[in-house]
């Protein structure tokens, strides 16, 4: 079969590690470690690899959970996102007296597209503070404002020109952006926190990219902090064939096995060591699609739906509450990084 050009399908996504999974390169600096049941990954990307990773030039860490439903598995990842964004700030050599205006991003009346909004609305802003009382604020805290600029569809003003104008009144040394992100992976929406020295394209994993925001448009040093909430109708299909494969492999090894016939539930395949099916088992049960392989899938699903505006970008239906929860572990975990006096532990 021919070799399919890729470059005219764009795979729709915010997340440097959905591209890690594409590129596959040794020679990109990736620092991976695990922190209970949470992963934490630090890439490095440096000037030769802004075009390979479609990512520009900076340091992005990306944590990586199960849930932030249970009240216990959020305060884990409350503490990690914390720790993490802390040392993110001490590389860039931001002090505890540095002035900050956190922007939320994003279209509060759109829930996956909300995150940024709500967390603004947890922010503990004191600016307003600092101007009453001068230095007779308790030490601890940090001079902080907050904004949600809203959506250009809605004001008609580019966000990008809205922050520039704010920060000449404000005069804010660093900048924290918080917006919702796109995946091209199923298993990274609402269960990865991503953040980066690097700014941000609002928009860009859905098509529908804005003026950029970082420190070379506007002068200052800009934290970009997402969260995946939502994935385009192809990659939900092509992964959906690719967990069939497993599904299918795993049956094939297991399918005589005792023990599987008195399971009473179902067993989670992607947490098993399953051994890939070869060319001609993937032939047998998933007929000409088996010769092709997960980036020819992709790019046939997109072929398929694209002509018919049927890429959708689709959200879990629980995003109502997952926001919120998502929200409170963006706005805790900030609060506790700006505000030294306010503790995790209570």
Known sequence: MGKIDMSKYQIRTDLVLDELDIVNDDTIKIDKRKIDDITVTDVLVKDEFENILRKKKGRYITIEYEDVTDYNNRNKV???????????????????????????????KSTPDALGPKTIDNILVTKHLFQL????????????????????????????????????????????????????????????????????????????????????????????????????????????????????????????????????????????????????????????LGELNEDEIHSLIYEVLSPINYNLMVTPKEVDFIIDKQSEVLSSGINSVLHKKVNLEK
């Open 78 to 108: 409350i503490k990690v996102f914390s720790d993490e964004l802390g040392k993110l700030l001490d590389n860039l050599n931001i002090n505890n007296n540095d002035e900050c205006l956190v922007i939320g991003l994003g279209n509060e």
């Open 133 to 288: 009382k001068g230095n007779k604020v308790e030490s601890g805290f940090r001079c902080v404002s907050a904004f949600n600029p809203g959506v250009m569809g809605v004001t008609g003003i580019e966000t990008s020109e809205l922050i520039k104008s704010l920060i000449l009144t404000l005069k804010p040394k660093f900048i924290i952006v918080v917006d919702a992100l796109a995946a091209s992976s199923v298993s990274r929406v609402n269960k990865t926190i991503q953040m980066t020295d690097s700014g941000i394209h609002p928009g860009s994993g859905i098509g529908n990219s804005r003026k950029e925001i970082s420190k070379e448009v506007l002068g200052i040093p800009v934290i970009a902090i997402g969260i995946p909430t939502v994935v385009d109708a192809v990659t939900i299909v092509s992964d959906t064939i690719h967990y069939m494969i497993k599904h299918f492999s795993y049956m094939e090894k297991n399918i005589n096995n005792p023990s599987n016939r008195l399971a009473v539930k179902k067993v989670n395949y992607l947490k098993k060591k399953i051994n890939e099916l070869n060319v001609n088992d993937k032939k047998k049960y998933m007929g000409l």
